[in-house]
């Protein structure tokens, strides 16, 4: 199966992305992690107004297969929340780079990016290259 790895991302090897936009930050997980994932049934996410600090977990995502811990790429502050996927987590699989991101954060450095994986490095460490 061919994936999409869009160029205007950063990626986490935990399979995380992150799009900056100024100093807020577009965080959701791969398409290539939601197919290992298989069918998702639940989404933990922060709050807004919660500080997500880089590194560390902030939530998780259960499917059928396992659950798996949601890494931060950024150190900052939750603006905004998808919370219609916690409503209905299946979502995720149909659009993981649109309307399936999970936050929105007010990054305290947007630096901190610099050190994140881009496309091309990310494809060729989940596809072997």
Given at each position: ?129
């Amino acid at each position: 199966m061919s994936f999409e790895y869009p160029q205007d991302l950063k990626y986490l090897d935990t399979h995380e992305y992150v799009r900056l936009e100024g100093e807020i930050a577009t965080i959701g997980i791969t398409e290539f992690a939601v197919d290992q994932l298989g069918d998702i049934v639940f989404l933990e996410l922060p709050e807004i107004g919660d500080a997500i600090t880089k590194g560390d977990t902030f939530g998780s995502i259960e499917s059928v297969k396992a659950v798996e811990d949601l890494n931060a790429p950024v150190t900052g502050t939750v603006i905004e929340r998808n919370d219609e996927l916690i409503e209905t987590p299946e979502q995720v699989s149909e659009d993981p780079y649109g309307e399936a991101w999970f936050l929105k954060v007010r990054v305290n450095d947007p630096d901190e990016i610099n050190d994140a994986l881009s496309a091309d490095e990310y494809r060729a460490q989940v596809e072997g290259e």
